[in-house]
C-alpha cells in the first residue's frame, strides 16, 4: 500500500498497519492502538509513535525527517537505527542508545536517565536532558 501524502492515525483505535506500507508524508500514529510497525516501512517524512502501543522497533529502521517515541514503553532502539531529523525519547522507557546510532538533528531525552552512551554513535546536533 502506497500513501502518496502524510497518514495520520492519531487516536485510531487501528491495531495493525498492512505489511507492505509506504508513506510519502508524514506518519502520526500518536495515541493509537498499533501495536508494531510492518518490516517493511517506507516512511519519507517523520514518524510521531508518541504515546502509541507500540512496544519495539525493527532492526535496520530509517526515518528521513523526525522520530518520536515520547510516552512509549520502548525499552531499547535497534542497532544501525538512523533518524534523519530529531529524535524524542522524553518519558520512555529507554535506558540506553544503541550501537551505530546516526541522528542528524536533536536528541531530546527529556529527563530519561541514559546508562551510557555509546563511542560508536553518531549526533549532528546536541543531546538534551
Known amino acids: ?25 508524514n506518519l ?14 517506507v516512511v519519507f517524512g517523520y514518524i510521531n509513535l508518541a504515546h502509541s502501543q507500540v512496544t ?3 532492526t535496520g529502521l530509517q526515518v528521513r525527517g523526525d522520530l518520536s517515541l515520547m510516552g512509549t ?7 544501525y537505527l538512523y533518524v534523519g531529523g ?5 518519558n520512555s522507557a529507554i535506558t540506553t542508545l544503541p550501537k551505530f546510532l546516526v541522528v542528524k538533528g536533536d ?4 529527563g530519561i536517565q541514559l546508562s551510557e552512551i555509546p563511542d560508536d554513535i553518531t549526533v549532528e546536533g546536541k543531546i538534551y536532558q
Open 1 to 25: 500500500m502506497t500513501v502518496n501524502g502524510n497518514l495520520n492515525l492519531e487516536y485510531s483505535n487501528i491495531e495493525q498497519l498492512p505489511r507492505k506500507l509506504k508513506v510519502k508524508g
Open 28 to 41: 502520526n500514529l500518536a495515541y493509537s492502538a498499533v501495536k508494531q510497525l510492518p518490516r517493511q516501512l
Open 56 to 58: 519495539y522497533l525493527n
Open 73 to 79: 514503553k520502548i525499552e531499547q532502539l535497534p542497532p
Open 86 to 90: 530529531d529524535l524524542y525519547l522524553a
Open 107 to 110: 536528541i531530546y531525552l527529556g
